[in-house]
């Protein structure tokens, strides 16, 4: 199969090519990800440049829009993220500043972890510090029921093939709106919404390099410190997670962002966004598999079912939620 758009590409970068001196035959797949994007590494001869980001986002399915006016945003809070170099908006291409091949993912262990997520709360912290309603969409009701419904329709149904009796389809229904209730009574901030270890660069200098932003909203404060402590692909002890959170708190407090006065509080918000967040995943993981023929996410939906069922077994108001996703291991198994 021909791949015309690698070719409409590597016409594109032709035309950079004495520019930024670009070596045409280094280019190679860098990585993709769960959208329609793909990035690809080129080297540069000029080795101030060293080696470049090729980002491929088809205008149809993943309009370029978005992605840089999140990137201005967030380099003007003083986030580490990829500079845009040159932009092909028509075709869907951008050259990038490369923020190397280090995930937090590959890097964190028991020995990183409180150095690295140091650097994370305090991205974090910096982004939040920066926020303004009306500039980034609302992370609104609409949009959490949306997300919500992806675990019945794409998880439930059609992964596991479970059909839900009239009782269930009635708590699960009073579940999203307990959940939904409690998000968006927390105080709104910008959110990434993708801010976890498969999205955060190792790098030297301002730690870390931020990546796939581009569908950043205005929304709940804890719904970042969610998906980088309850995050799919790594999990920690209870203890760690509750001190890092806590350390977050402090220092966005210090900071004069707007958290409660009371941890308890600030941990059953994150909690909760927490639980949103994995219903969520788990419908689009098996979406992923189902619709777009990616199987890699599949592995990663035991973590998050987990993270769930403990969330929704703490909060006795959650408790039939906790059984229907039990129910769900058990059939799985």
Do not use: C
């Amino acid at each position: 199969m021909t791949d015309s758009r690698l070719n409409t590409l590597r016409n594109w970068l032709k035309a950079l090519e004495a520019s930024w001196q670009l070596d045409l035959d280094s280019l190679v797949p860098a990585s993709a990800d769960a959208s329609f994007r793909r990035y690809f590494r080129i080297t540069s001869k000029n080795p101030n440049f060293g080696t470049l980001i090729v980002m491929d986002a088809p205008p149809q399915h993943e309009p370029l829009d978005a992605f840089i006016k999140v990137d201005l945003l967030l380099s003007e809070a003083g986030l580490n993220v990829p500079k845009i170099l040159e932009q092909n908006l028509a075709e869907g291409f951008l050259l990038l500043n490369d923020l190397g091949t280090k995930t937090y993912l590959a890097e964190l262990n028991n020995e990183t972890a409180d150095h690295l997520y140091k650097d994370a709360t305090h991205a974090l912290v910096l982004m939040q510090l920066a926020s303004k309603p009306d500039v980034l969409p609302n992370y609104d009701e609409a949009l959490l029921q949306r997300e919500l419904d992806l675990l019945p329709e794409w998880y439930l149904k059609k992964h596991l093939n479970i059909k839900l009796n009239a009782q269930q389809i009635e708590q699960l229904k009073k579940s999203f709106e307990l959940i939904i209730e409690n998000n968006l009574a927390q105080a709104k901030v910008y959110v990434h919404r993708d801010y976890h270890s498969r999205n955060l660069m190792v790098t030297e200098e301002n730690n870390p390099g931020v990546i796939d932003f581009q569908d950043a909203v205005y929304g709940p404060i804890t719904y970042d410190a969610a998906s980088l402590w309850r995050d799919a692909y790594i999990a920690w002890p209870e203890e760690r997670v509750i001190d890092w959170v806590i350390k977050f708190w402090e220092a966005g407090r210090k900071a004069g962002l707007p958290m409660p006065n009371d941890f308890g509080h600030f941990y059953r918000d994150f909690e909760w966004m927490g639980l949103q967040r994995h219903l969520k995943v788990l419908g689009i993981f098996a979406r992923l598999y189902h619709r777009d023929g990616k199987d890699g996410y599949l592995k990663d939906i035991p973590l998050v079912l987990e993270y769930a069922i403990a969330t929704a077994n703490r909060y006795i108001e959650l408790k039939p939620l906790a059984r229907i996703l039990e129910s769900t291991r058990i059939n799985k198994d």
